[in-house]
């Protein structure tokens, strides 16, 4: 797919972002997917109302000492994969419409971060890096929920089997802030040994970060954040909250450690459910990004 094909949306952060896209370092790519949510709906408008919620993000970081937005530039592209427009296409073709947008994101060295939509469309996305990328890399994954079934209810691309078919790539994974599992999953885990960082672990380990850091084994990493991974009382709008959750300051300190020490090659930002008449979810997750654009413009590894 062209980008020029895709559908224009509302700028992240506004009219504070000044980059075109030839310009733009950093590229937000919106995908508005929901198929297979079983709990909480409406995933499918959660890059809308990040984009909308990121008009009130300050453009100065005051952790990072720099107007962020200016220094990189961000571009945010069409809505790929979105079924609010195109509900009869299979999940293998919203995955390939994915792979081929982000592959076009790679080939024109952006740094992106998608923006979900369910969480299953993120390995259409970590699909494009390993063709694009001929060194294996380790996928990072915040999380409350394993994502490691081998199918749910009669789909292989439920958003409860996506960190499954990651690992089907043959792609080493650090799972980060889990705390609901299957039996199939503490079997997987054990059998395949999976570094996982359990929520009730890093709520008593002070150490837990530099911990999670050694686990990381390859050099590159591609960082998937399902937002449940975070506390529901800081993200509230996820279709599946569980109690105990992360922290905002420890969520933002492990990232910059991420960052620090391994070459981070893309991220995506999923599976935000927007709440009525509350906006805390939506503009809490806006800052996530705009974070991890930051993490990666200042405190990344050369
Ligand atoms: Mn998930």
Redo the contacts with the bound molecule.
Sequence with gaps: MLLETLPTVKQFLGSEAIASYQNAQAVILPIPYEATTTYRKGCEHGPDAVLEASDQLEAYDEELQAETCHSVGIYTVGYVADTRLNSGLTAEEMLRETTETVTQLIKDQKFVVGIGGE?AITTGIVRAYQQAIDETFTVVQI???G?MRHEFEGSLHN?AC?MRRVLEMGLPTLPVGIRAICKEEAELIKAQEIPVIWAREMAFDPDWIEKAINQIKTPKVFITI?V?GIDPSLIPGVGTPEPGGMGWHETLRFLRRVFETHDVIGCDV??LAPVVDSVVSEFSTAKLIYKLIGYHAFCRKQ
Excluded: L, P, S
């Design positions: 969480h999380d409350a929920h994502d958003h996506v399902d449940d999923m599976e």
